[in-house]
């Protein structure tokens, strides 16, 4: 090894003896921040990775080490110099190592003065470090596999422009072999054996941040076989024609063909090991979480995942299939044999095609495929079928992936977040398939199941005297088919000797009692309390008290108790109401709320809720009130109820709604009736009528039409907006999981929240959002810039600049907005209503302590014309709108495994928002210390060679020289 390091420093001696390694080494640099900054547009993306670093390295590298591998032999070969180093007494294994070495040095160089990209976006941004090892590790075995190719081929030719084109053209193709190009005239298998022999592709893999173990013996068996033939080239310079040598001929090329044979089957052999594999990135995005793997352990029936993927797809699918297809293996082997795993190509078997039509709606996509010289339709499958039961859920290609164009045309496709929409379309199968026998049947029987009724039957009302009966009767029912794990008990605080009084019902429970009418002084208890170990839930009447409602009310209390069963979410939204142009017609409502409904759809069981019965269904886990208007006191005062009976509560409460101006054409603010605010308020939650502007923004998209060339030409431009607030990981609650790996969310048109510290004493407050600190208030709801008066933002500055409090989340104990003013209720009792159509309970006037609440000063972030404004500029930003809410609807219903499983695919890191308006300091920051590193390292390579002593090739003795001086022949 010591006369392959001095081999190693001699070559380096050359390279930096000459202006040849400053050259190879301003060259890799300049490309490399060239690429970096301009052809991948660093600072337009917006996102805090060095992707576009190592997206180009596979390309340049392939011309770097042709020009440092071109003259290690071929010089030699051409100056004769080679026949020397044949006599010296250095093995050949120890030369062609000392020169490799001396390549990947000067490789590890050129790599290492490119770290300053990835300290400059860490400072920018929160860099995730795993991808950016990874893609440096690939680097160096890329760069290790072409550089043995380019030494072998130097040996072989003694003209340097020959050595050079040829290690281009055979690293080139290694590299294209692999590549979407060729891959997509082929079809899936021969497309994925291609991905395995191309260098390229087994790149993206580690750049990535995974590192697979079969990747690693790649490029180690590359850089080895290529080593080898190099040794045996040179080896091949000494032989001769002659009958003695044939037989060391033959051995040598025997052996060079053993080494490549048992590397070759080496990489077959593991080329179906999948699972053997390092994941880098900070949440280990590549490797299923523990809530994933809890969720397989539970199964207990078959599940099936059967994947359709037609052979010939779009070309930007074809690289996502196997990488699916690696995922959904990782669930089979997790699953122990629970899942089966099925991946077809429809189009090789019609019964299963037909049977995803008829059966499960899957249907082929048609794909336009365009050419140069043609264009053409495929209809092709990119579909997942995941079956438990008689539930299923089908995922089409828009459900997984995401798409992102850049400024130049090109278009990016990856998947969204493989692992979270495949487990949660598993939970939901599977909780949709479970039944109440099951959930009592799983239940541990060391914990059993109290259900306790507390009911005065002398202070009952009339029209509730036979509620207890039948409740005993639907009580009674359950515990039969509970096998002992489900019991009752009936108790009247107010009977001689009862065990528990009216005072201990309010020490331990909390419950207060509920008054006959308005105006008596009669109160009556009819509380249920569904209890299970420690835990206890508060159960009240709903409906008209049949014993549907009963049965009803318990079973939805045993599902909320397991974690076995889908949530129901309950939704409500403003009501549709048609518009009329300045020409009387009849428009479609303005606005509307498709997407939020489809998203949280998804992954719970949603019902949209009409509340004017005064009260929400038992069985609802969530509630979210979108864009509270025009809200009667029967809908607020179910809300209210709801959130007493410990419900959760999540409401998008503005003060404003956007509407077309029938005159201008454009956008106008319209202020809201018959909210929420005075209940929030009650709550400790005050709404202000101001709107909130932040310098911080989402861009405003507005068509601009340009003179180009005498034709007209409309583009999209991009505006400050201040009414689109931009909030970033700085401005939320980095402890709540609500918002926790949020990369952005922008509210349009919001209004502050005030938190009210004296009602919110004893609760547990979480601000969420905030704007920057260089927000301010407007009172003035026009929302039409004026760049004339105005030309930074197109509006005023007005008062003190600070920041605000966009949103909230509480959880405590909270006293009902009804307690001291008539509830509908007593109202319509007091004028003689129909008690059947009325809430059973009354007034329930305080809540426990599981109740939850989250208040969102924007009404509009969720309006689907909202969306669609943010499409024309970011196609997926106001997916990060989406996330929220169904973040808060998880974290309402406390089902944070699907939470944190999605907090791990947060694929987007964002750049501060300082980043872009100092993209030419930056750009200029790492252009002037690529250069001075440069000098540097000439001044220092010169200093080092002028304090040293010049080399001297001492000359090979003779045979009859040799042996007189041992001591010198060791030194020699």
Same mark, same amino acid.
């Given at each position: 090894?010591?006369?392959?390091?001095?081999?190693?420093?001699?070559?380096?001696?050359?390279?930096f003896?000459?202006?040849?390694?400053?050259?190879?080494?301003?060259?890799?640099?300049?490309?490399?921040l060239?690429?970096?900054?301009?052809?991948?547009?660093?600072?337009a993306?917006?996102?805090?990775?060095?992707?576009p670093?190592?997206?180009?390295?596979?390309?340049?590298?392939?011309?770097?080490?042709?020009?440092?591998?071109?003259?290690?032999?071929?010089?030699?070969?051409?100056?004769?110099?080679?026949e020397?180093l044949?006599?010296?007494?250095?093995s050949?294994?120890?030369?062609?190592?000392?020169?490799?070495?001396?390549?990947?040095?000067?490789?590890?160089?050129a790599?290492?003065?490119?770290?300053f990209?990835?300290?400059s976006?860490?400072?920018?941004?929160?860099l995730?470090?795993?991808p950016?090892?990874?893609?440096?590790?690939?680097a160096?075995?890329?760069?290790?596999?072409?550089?043995?190719?380019?030494?072998?081929?130097?040996?072989?030719?003694?003209?340097?422009?020959?050595a050079?084109i040829?290690?281009?053209?055979?690293?080139?193709?290694?590299?294209?072999?692999?590549?979407?190009?060729?891959t997509?005239?082929?079809?899936d298998?021969?497309?994925?054996?291609?991905?395995?022999?191309?260098?390229?592709?087994?790149?993206?893999?580690?750049?990535?941040?995974?590192?697979?173990?079969?990747?690693?013996?790649y490029?180690?068996?590359l850089?080895?076989l290529?080593?080898t033939?190099?040794v045996?080239?040179?080896?091949?310079?000494?032989w001769?024609?002659?009958?003695?040598?044939?037989g060391?001929?033959r051995?040598?090329?025997?052996?060079?063909?053993?080494?490549?044979?048992?590397?070759?089957?080496?990489?077959?052999?593991?080329?179906?090991?999948?699972?053997?594999?390092?994941?880098?990135?900070?949440q280990?995005e590549y490797t299923?979480?523990?809530?994933t793997?809890?969720?397989?352990?539970?199964?207990?029936?078959?599940?099936?995942?059967?994947?359709?993927?037609?052979?010939?797809?779009?070309?930007?699918?074809?690289?996502?299939?196997?990488? =699916?297809?690696?995922?959904?293996? &990782?669930?089979?082997?997790?699953?122990? !044999? +629970?899942?089966?795993? *099925?991946?077809? @190509? #429809?189009?090789t078997?019609?019964?299963?095609?037909?049977?995803a039509?008829q059966?499960?709606?899957?249907?082929?996509?048609?794909?336009?495929i365009?050419?140069?010289?043609e264009?053409?339709?495929?209809?092709?499958?990119?579909?997942?079928?995941?079956?438990?039961g008689?539930?299923?859920?089908?995922?089409s290609?828009r459900?997984?992936?995401?798409?992102?164009?850049?400024?130049?045309?090109q278009?990016d496709?990856?998947?969204?977040?493989?692992?979270?929409?495949?487990?949660?379309?598993?939970?939901?199968?599977?909780?949709?398939?479970?039944?109440?026998?099951?959930?009592?049947?799983?239940?541990?029987?060391?914990?059993?199941?109290?259900?306790?009724v507390?009911?005065?039957?002398?202070?009952l009302?009339e029209?509730?005297?036979?509620?207890?009966?039948? =409740?005993?009767k639907?009580?009674? &029912?359950?515990?039969?088919?509970s096998? !002992? +794990?489900?019991?009752? *008990?009936i108790v @009247? #605080?107010?009977?001689?000797g009862?065990?528990v009084?009216?005072q201990?019902?309010y020490?331990?429970?909390?419950?207060?009692?509920?008054?006959?009418s308005l105006?008596?002084?009669?109160?009556?208890?009819?509380?249920?309390?569904?209890?299970?170990?420690?835990?206890a839930?508060?159960?009240?009447?709903?409906?008209?008290?049949?014993?549907?409602?009963?049965?009803?009310?318990?079973?939805s209390?045993?599902?909320?108790?397991?974690?076995?069963?889908?949530?129901v979410?309950?939704?409500?939204?403003?009501?549709?109401?048609?518009?009329?142009?300045?020409?009387?017609?009849?428009?479609?409502?303005?606005?509307s709320?498709?997407?939020?409904?489809?998203?949280?759809?998804?992954?719970?069981e949603?019902?949209l809720?009409?509340?004017?019965?005064?009260?929400?269904?038992?069985?609802?886990d969530?509630?979210?009130?979108?864009?509270?208007?025009?809200?009667?006191?029967?809908?607020?005062?179910?809300?209210?109820?709801?959130?007493?009976?410990?419900?959760?509560?999540?409401?998008?409460?503005?003060?404003?709604?956007?509407?077309p101006?029938?005159?201008?054409?454009?956008l106008?603010l319209?202020?809201?009736?018959?909210t929420?605010?005075?209940?929030?308020?009650?709550?400790?939650?005050?709404?202000?009528?101001?709107?909130?502007?932040?310098?911080?923004?989402?861009?405003?998209?507005?068509?601009?039409?340009?003179?180009?060339?005498?034709f007209?030409?409309?583009?999209?431009?991009a505006?400050?907006?201040?009414?689109?607030?931009?909030?970033?990981?700085?401005?939320?609650?980095?402890?709540?999981?609500?918002?926790a790996?949020l990369?952005a969310?922008?509210l349009?048109?919001?209004?502050?929240?005030?938190?009210?510290?004296?009602k919110?004493?004893?609760?547990?407050?979480n601000v969420?959002?905030?704007?920057?600190?260089?927000?301010?208030?407007?009172?003035?709801?026009?929302?039409?810039?004026?760049?004339?008066?105005?030309p930074?933002?197109?509006f005023?500055?007005?008062?003190?600049?600070?920041?605000?409090?966009?949103?909230?989340s509480?959880?405590?104990?909270f006293?009902s907005?009804?307690?001291?003013?008539p509830?509908?209720?007593?109202a319509?009792?007091?004028?003689?209503?129909?008690?059947?159509?009325?809430?059973?309970?009354?007034?329930?006037r305080?809540?426990?302590?599981?109740?939850?609440?989250?208040?969102?000063?924007?009404?509009?972030?969720?309006?689907d014309?909202?969306?669609?404004?943010?499409?024309?500029l970011?196609?997926?930003?106001?997916?990060n709108?989406l996330?929220?809410?169904?973040?808060?609807v998880?974290?309402?219903?406390?089902?944070?495994?699907?939470?944190?499983?999605r907090?791990?695919?947060?694929a987007?890191?964002?750049l501060?928002?300082?980043?872009e308006?100092q993209?030419?300091f930056?750009?200029?920051?790492?252009?002037?210390?690529?250069?001075?590193?440069?000098?540097?390292?000439?001044?220092?390579?010169?200093?080092?060679?002028k304090n040293?002593?010049?080399?001297?090739l001492?000359p090979?003795?003779?045979?009859?020289?040799?042996?007189?001086?041992p001591?010198?022949?060791?030194?020699?």
């Open positions: 090894m010591k006369q392959a390091l001095s081999i190693t420093r001699k070559e380096l001696n050359g390279y003896g000459s202006p040849m390694a400053l050259i190879f080494l301003g060259a890799f640099l300049a490309a490399s060239f690429a970096f900054f301009w052809i991948d547009t660093f600072f993306r917006g996102i805090a990775d060095v992707r670093l190592f997206r180009s390295m596979p390309v340049l590298m392939i011309f770097l080490v042709a020009a440092l591998t071109m003259r290690q032999r071929s010089e030699e070969q051409r100056s004769g110099t080679l020397v044949l006599t010296l007494p250095v050949l294994v120890q030369l062609v190592v000392g020169k490799f070495l001396a390549v990947m040095a000067l490789v590890c160089v790599l290492a003065l490119t770290l990209l990835p300290i976006v860490s400072i920018l941004g929160n995730d470090w795993g950016v090892i990874g893609g440096y590790l690939a160096v075995l890329l760069a290790a596999g072409y550089a043995a190719i380019g030494l072998t081929v130097s040996s072989r030719t003694d003209n340097q422009i020959v050079l040829s290690t281009v053209l055979l690293c080139g193709v290694l590299y294209l072999v692999g590549s979407s190009g060729i997509d005239f082929v079809g298998t021969p497309a994925e054996i291609l991905r395995a022999i191309g260098a390229g592709s087994r790149f993206e893999s580690i750049e990535r941040g995974v590192v697979d173990l079969r990747d690693l013996i490029y180690l068996s850089t080895a290529f080593l033939l190099n045996a080239s040179l080896d091949s310079k000494r001769s024609t002659g009958e003695r040598t044939l060391h001929r051995g040598i090329v025997l052996a060079t063909a053993l080494i490549g044979f048992n590397l070759i089957a080496l990489n077959v052999w593991l080329f179906p090991v999948r699972g053997l594999r390092l994941d880098l990135t900070a280990r299923l979480s523990q809530p793997r809890d969720l397989i352990d539970n199964l207990q029936e078959p599940l099936l995942i059967r994947g359709y993927f037609s052979e010939r797809t779009h070309p930007l699918l074809a690289p996502l299939g196997p990488r =699916i297809e690696d995922l959904l293996r &990782e669930y089979s082997i997790a699953s122990r !044999g +629970k899942i089966e795993l *099925e991946i077809i @190509d #429809p189009a078997e019609p019964e299963k095609e037909a049977e039509n059966t499960y709606g899957i249907r082929p996509t048609p794909f336009q365009a050419g140069r010289y264009s053409s339709v495929i209809n092709s499958y990119f579909d997942i079928l995941i079956r438990y008689d539930q299923h859920v089908a995922l290609f459900d997984l992936i995401e798409v992102e164009q850049h400024r130049d045309g278009v496709v990856r998947l969204r977040n493989l692992e979270y929409d495949l487990t949660r379309s598993i939970k939901k199968v599977v909780y949709g398939f479970q039944s109440v026998d099951a959930v009592l049947a799983a239940m541990d029987a060391s914990q059993p199941i109290r259900f306790t507390f009911v005065t039957p002398d202070s009302p029209w509730l005297a036979e509620a207890p009966e039948t =409740i005993v639907v009580a009674a &029912e359950i515990q039969a088919d096998h !002992g +794990k489900f019991t009752y *008990e @009247d #605080p107010d009977a001689p009862s065990a009084s009216r201990d019902l020490d331990l429970y909390g419950l207060q009692p509920i008054a006959v105006f008596s002084d009669q109160t009556y208890y009819l509380h249920m309390i569904l209890q299970i170990g420690d835990q839930q508060f159960l009240y009447p709903s409906g008209t008290l049949s014993e549907a409602d009963v049965r009803t009310t318990i079973e209390a045993l599902k909320r108790a397991s974690t076995g069963f889908l949530k979410v309950g939704l409500w939204t403003p009501p549709e109401v048609p518009q009329q142009d300045m020409f009387g017609q009849t428009q479609p409502p303005f606005s709320w498709n997407a939020v409904t489809d998203r949280l759809g998804q992954d719970y949603l019902r809720l009409d509340l004017t019965t005064g009260e929400v269904p038992p069985d609802i969530a509630l979210v009130v979108v864009a509270p208007q025009v809200m009667s006191d029967w809908e607020r005062f179910a809300i209210d109820q709801y959130l007493m009976r410990g419900g959760a509560i999540i409401v998008a409460a503005g003060n404003y709604a956007i509407a101006d029938q005159f201008t054409g454009s106008a319209l202020p809201l009736e018959g929420l605010q005075e209940m929030l308020d009650a709550y400790g939650v005050q709404v202000g009528q101001e709107l909130v502007m932040d310098p911080q923004n989402e861009p405003f998209p507005v068509p601009v039409i340009r003179q180009v060339a005498g007209q030409v409309q583009e999209i431009q505006l400050d907006y201040p009414f689109f607030v931009d909030i970033r990981p700085d401005g939320m609650d980095s402890e709540s999981p609500i918002v790996n990369p969310l922008t349009n048109w919001a209004s502050p929240l005030t938190v009210d510290q004296v919110n004493t004893d609760r547990q407050v969420l959002l905030q704007s920057s600190q260089d927000s301010w208030l407007r009172s003035n709801v026009d929302i039409q810039p004026n760049f004339d008066l105005y930074d933002l197109g005023a500055r007005e008062g003190e600049a600070e920041s605000h409090t966009l949103a909230v509480i959880q405590g104990v006293d907005t009804f307690e001291d003013i509830s509908p209720v007593a319509e009792d007091e004028f003689g209503a129909d008690s059947a159509t009325t809430p059973a309970a009354g007034v329930i305080t809540s426990p302590e599981s109740a939850r609440l989250v208040v969102i000063g924007s009404a509009e972030f969720l309006d014309v909202v969306f669609d404004i943010s499409s024309n970011t196609r997926d930003r106001y997916l709108s996330q929220f809410i169904q973040n808060a998880d974290w309402s219903v406390e089902d944070l495994d699907l939470l944190s499983i907090s791990r695919g947060s987007t890191r964002v501060s928002p300082a980043a308006s993209q030419s930056w750009e200029g920051l790492n252009y002037a210390i690529a250069l001075l590193s440069l000098i540097g390292i000439g001044l220092v390579w010169s200093a080092r060679r040293e002593q010049p080399m001297e001492i090979p003795k003779t045979a009859t020289e040799i042996g007189t001086d001591q010198e022949d060791e030194e020699e």
